[in-house]
Nanobody, 118 residues
């Protein structure tokens, strides 16, 4: 059974930092592109950052220079370091693992709430 379990969300003041973690089980994460998405109330889910198996990491323009995605394939874990947080970063953050081609699959975590407020 495949599971993506996010952790690290919470309430933080504007300008603060949080580090999200996504631990994958049931898959070999090195075979997948890993990413973070978010969904704010009343809005569609949007890409935050993706870390492909190879190639360039991709960030949404709104988080460039503030967020950093990293992956530790040995631990089957992907992280999202979020600095200089803004109220507009408030959302549920979801972890995603996707594999294309042979053995194609697409998995999502249950989400973790991030609230940026004073």
């Amino acid at each position: 059974q495949v599971q993506l379990v996010e952790s690290g969300g919470g309430l933080v003041q504007p300008g603060g930092s949080l580090r999200l973690s996504c631990a994958a089980s049931g898959i070999i994460s090195s075979l997948y592109a890993m990413g973070w998405y978010r969904q704010a109330p009343g809005k569609q889910r949007e890409l935050v950052a993706t870390a492909p198996r190879g190639g360039s990491i991709n960030y949404a323009d709104s988080v460039k220079g503030r967020f950093t995605i990293t992956r530790d394939n040995a631990k089957n874990t992907v992280y999202l370091q979020m600095n200089s947080l803004k109220p507009e970063d408030t959302a549920v953050y979801y972890c995603n693992a996707v594999r294309v081609g042979i053995g194609a699959a697409d998995y999502w975590g249950q989400g973790t709430q991030v609230t940026v407020s004073s």
